[in-house]
T-cell receptor
Framework: KNEVEQSPQNLTAQEGEFITINCSYSVGISALHWLQQHPGGGIVSLFMLSSGKKKHGRLIATINIQEKHSSLHITASHPRDSAVYIC?????????????FGTGTLLAVQP | EPEVTQTPSHQVTQMGQEVILRCVPI?????FYWYRQILGQKVEFLVSFYNNEISEKSEIFDDQFSVERPDGSNFTLKIRSTKLEDSAMYFC???????????FGSGTRLTVV
């Protein structure tokens, strides 16, 4: 079983729709990343959070540490939001702070 | 200008050949990482590098792999004798101290034929 699970695996939305991507993890963490990966392959960090909620433009990320769950919301979605969205967690302990990745959610926003 | 530059962006190599993937961070950071992503799969941790030595490595990072910072700025991943299953996208990442956020390079797509 993966330590980090995302749902849905694939998501198709119409432009303007409100989108939610979920991430559940089964291990203790010190923080969680939401990342975006475009078709060319590059990875961009969207958010890092360890509690509560963060907002950047049309993107909102929330985390519930007790429930081991995080969500990424996109308001007023646009075709340029089409990408793979990846949840990744930091395990506590040690200086390494490597990331453990989820399998990603492929989002396609249609005009 | 990106904070982390990876070269080459794409490399095709014959099985058994050695490859060196390079990563150049613009600014000084404490922690350096290599991750890889086999096509269609999730990103996997390979190795972390701190204070000029390996701080952790995964089971994937066997004797065929090595990392170094030869001149204090470049950060390289060497695969001594490539196998078909080494074909993947390789990402370099950097991080500051504490729980500093990650910055990823644009990746090197390695194809072993």
């Amino acid at each position: 079983k993966n330590e980090v699970e995302q749902s849905p695996q694939n998501l198709t939305a119409q432009e303007g729709e409100f989108i939610t991507i979920n991430c559940s993890y089964s291990v203790g963490i010190s923080a969680l990343h939401w990342l975006q990966q475009h078709p060319g392959g590059g990875i961009v960090s969207l958010f890092m959070l360890s509690s509560g909620k963060k907002k950047h433009g049309r993107l909102i990320a929330t985390i519930n540490i007790q429930e081991k769950h995080s969500s990424l919301h996109i308001t007023a979605s646009h075709p340029r939001d089409s990408a793979v969205y990846i949840c990744a967690v930091f395990r506590p302990g040690g200086a390494t702070n490597k990331l453990i990745f989820g399998t990603g959610t492929l989002l396609a926003v249609q005009p | 200008e990106p904070e982390v530059t990876q070269t080459p962006s794409h490399q095709v190599t014959q099985m058994g050949q050695e490859v060196i993937l390079r990563c150049v961070p613009i600014s000084n950071h404490l922690y350096f990482y290599w991750y890889r992503q086999i096509l269609g799969q999730k990103v996997e941790f390979l190795v972390s590098f701190y204070n000029n030595e390996i701080s952790e490595k995964s089971e994937i990072f066997d004797d065929q792999f090595s990392v170094e910072r030869p001149d204090g700025s470049n950060f390289t991943l060497k695969i001594r004798s490539t196998k078909l299953e080494d074909s993947a996208m390789y990402f370099c990442a950097i991080r500051g101290g504490g729980l500093g956020s990650y910055t990823f390079g644009s990746g090197t797509r390695l194809t072993v034929v």
